[in-house]
């Protein structure tokens, strides 16, 4: 630090000795003089000595605190004061790899783990977030905007900082340089320069050491590794698996959920050669398990959205490799039981060009390893039997609910979710987000995790005398995914209660010249190998014409604003074709009469 701001103090006075050198003979102030006054190279040497140093110092000072708050606890121990993805600045990689093949550290005495009981916990925190997810972060961030001085602790099973989980069936797998352990990633710009990636919510910024953290004005600190084993709602004290306790003044559970494991799915022959997808941790684990040539056969169960991308991201890694990948699933066909038959059947046709294996309309009966344990066997209902080295279970989740039930909190038999009111407190002093909390119709997803945080963070910082905000449950979720060889990304938004059990109607705009594809042209919609990568809209009607649920395929998010009010009018549409057009077109893009036609929606635009 001496020798960084000596160094900018000559600096600083090499330039002034240039601006006005040392030969040069100032005016000398004498009593007799008539100006009476020093010469005014004296004067602006040393103001300019003096500026230049105190502002070199400073931002040595600056620079010092700053990498010392951001690099002192950088270690991989269950608490820290910095998020971990702050370590992918240096990723080794082998560059002659195909795909990702980053070289194996060794980690170092001072990067194990730590027990938490070698760290200073607080007695007592104004907000306690459990849960490392999407909603404790969406919390944190609306808690932050209402209450800037706030203190926050986040407490979270995983030993990972908070992250989001989309990125683990997407991103990951299409970059070309990878850190598996901490979620990043290294790409080029299309200018050539190379960018950092990360899972991790806040992956610049400092988490507070939890010791610091009520001596600090503001700051979110985290404790990984941790499980919150109950809630004393009555005294608000957490119970930590360490044996500790810590006072709330308001607490979140966001624990999330957890996937579904069949009593076949893990036993004592399966458990390492079998994943339940769910986590960093699992994503991990199927990446090694692909790079360093462990598995050669993997078999993907489920047909849902994780499954269908997943089956996308493995047949892009394995594309150049000896490795195949086959998915048994209950459905005919990838999404069935969400959008309609022609469009379905399309994916699965593309995924499957791709190389993926499908075997579908049945499900697994057992599963066991072989008499020597090198790999594992699969026998399906129909009779059909299976042999993989490793096999990923996406067979969907359930609620997290181990915490509500120990703590004696309200559960919903019927939803398996946490009891909540309309702006989802549960007790005094208690809220609740994320997918352990009921959303009506639909499954849960992303959205759904951001938006009960949101409002739960803003619910939990109100001032006194503002009305809590009430959560909108209309059931909303996206996916992204890239069949076979595609170099662009599908991707989708749902709204509403999407279920292909409703009556649908497929309109894809075929080209611009307007001319629109519907559903009654199946087969045209069927064979057309472009037809994923086009703009469309599938609507879900009722018995009644209302529209109960729609669909935007390959649409920007800017009508996504129409998309919402068009369920909350629940209006009967009979014309879903003009309907359709309010999606495709602008108004002028109309023809005469029809935007009197799609008056009856309200202010949609």
Same mark, same amino acid.
């Given at each position: ?35 009476? %006054? ?29 990498? &010392?708050? %951001? ?35 060794? /980690? ?21 977030? *459990?849960?490392?997810? /999407?909603?404790?972060?969406?919390a944190s961030h609306a808690i932050k905007k209402h209450d800037p001085s706030a203190k926050i602790l *986040? ?28 979620? $990043? ?5 299309? %200018? ?28 979110? $600190?985290?404790?990984t590794g941790t499980r919150v084993m109950r809630l004393d709602t009555n005294n608000q004290l957490v ?17 999330? !959920? ?31 398990? *692909? ?8 078999? *993907? ?47 699965? &046709? ?32 129909n009779g059909v039997k299976l042999s993989a080295d490793l096999i990923v279970s996406c067979l969907g ?9 120990? $703590? ?18 549960? /007790? ?25 945080? %949101? ?26 995914? &890239? ?16 279920? $292909? ?39 879900? &009607? ?20 129409? !998309? ?42």
């Amino acid at each position: 630090m001496l020798s960084f701001s000596s160094y900018g103090l000559l600096t600083a006075y090499r330039k002034v000795s240039h601006r006005f050198p040392a030969n040069r003979t100032p005016a000398v102030a004498t009593r007799n003089s008539s100006t009476n %006054r020093r010469g005014k190279g004296d004067w602006r040497r040393s103001l300019y000595f003096i500026c230049g140093g105190l502002v070199v110092t400073g931002t040595g000072l600056l620079a010092l605190y700053y990498y &010392r708050n %951001r690099f002192s606890n950088f270690t991989f121990g269950n608490i820290r004061g910095i998020n971990q993805s702050n370590k992918n600045v240096d990723l080794p990689v082998n560059e002659t790899a195909d795909h990702i093949m980053l070289e194996d550290r060794e /980690t170092s005495n001072e990067q194990q783990e730590q027990p938490v009981e070698d760290w200073e916990l607080p007695s007592y925190v104004p907000y306690i977030l *459990i849960g490392g997810g /999407t909603a404790s972060f969406a919390a944190s961030h609306a808690i932050k905007k209402h209450d800037p001085s706030a203190k926050i602790l *986040i407490i979270t099973e995983e030993k990972l900082d908070p992250y989001e989980r989309p990125p683990l069936s997407k991103q990951l797998w299409y970059k070309s340089k990878v850190n598996p352990e901490l979620l $990043s990633w290294k790409d080029k710009s299309q %200018r050539g320069k190379t960018r950092i990636g990360s899972a991790f919510h806040y992956p610049d910024v400092p988490y507070i050491p939890p010791s610091q953290l009520m001596d600090s004005y503001f700051g979110i $600190s985290v404790v990984t590794g941790t499980r919150v084993m109950r809630l004393d709602t009555n005294n608000q004290l957490v119970y930590l698996n360490n044996g500790r306790t810590i006072q709330y003044g308001k607490c979140l559970i966001a624990t999330g !959920a957890k996937p579904i494991e069949p009593p076949y799915v893990r036993n004592s022959q399966t458990e390492s050669k079998v994943i339940c997808y769910r986590d960093g941790r699992d994503f991990a684990k199927l990446y090694h398990a *692909i790079r360093d040539r462990i598995s050669n056969n993997i078999v *993907i169960l489920g047909g849902g959205f994780l499954a269908t991308e997943l089956a996308c991201c493995l047949a892009y890694v394995c594309r150049n490799q000896p490795i195949e990948i086959r998915v048994v699933m209950r459905g005919k066909s990838f999404m069935s039981s969400v959008f309609p038959a022609s469009l379905s059947d399309l994916i699965t &046709r593309k995924i499957k060009e791709s190389g993926v294996e499908i075997t579908c309309e049945t499900s697994v009966n057992s599963i066991y390893s072989n008499k020597g344990g090198s790999h594992l066997l699969i026998k399906c209902h129909n009779g059909v039997k299976l042999s993989a080295d490793l096999i990923v279970s996406c067979l969907g989740v359930i609620p997290d609910l181990r915490l509500a039930i120990d $703590s004696s909190l309200p559960v919903n038999q019927t939803s398996g979710c946490l009891v909540t009111d309309d702006t989802l407190l549960v /007790t005094r002093n208690v809220w609740a987000a994320g997918d352990c909390v009921s959303q009506g119709a639909g499954e849960r997803h992303y959205p759904w995790a951001l938006r009960t945080g %949101r409002t739960a963070g803003e619910n939990m910082s109100l001032q006194d005398g503002s009305s809590p905000k009430k959560v909108d449950r209309t059931p909303e979720f996206f996916g992204d995914f &890239r069949p076979g060889d595609s170099q662009s990304w599908i991707g989708y938004e749902g709204f509403g209660d999407c279920s $292909s059990q409703f009556e649908t109607y497929s309109l894809f705009l075929k080209s611009r010249n307007g001319e629109i594809l519907s559903s009654e042209d199946a087969e045209t919609m069927k064979n057309d190998n472009d037809m994923l990568d086009k703009e469309g809209v599938v609507f879900y &009607r009722d018995k009644d014409h209302r529209i109960v649920g729609l669909i935007l395929w390959n649409f920007a998010f800017d009508k996504v604003p129409q !998309a919402r009010c068009l369920l909350e009018s629940k209006e009967t549409f009979d014309d879903v074709e003009t309907l359709a057009k309010l999606f495709f077109f602008e108004p002028e893009g109309l023809e005469d009469g029809e935007d009197n036609e799609l008056d009856e929606v309200g202010s949609l635009r």
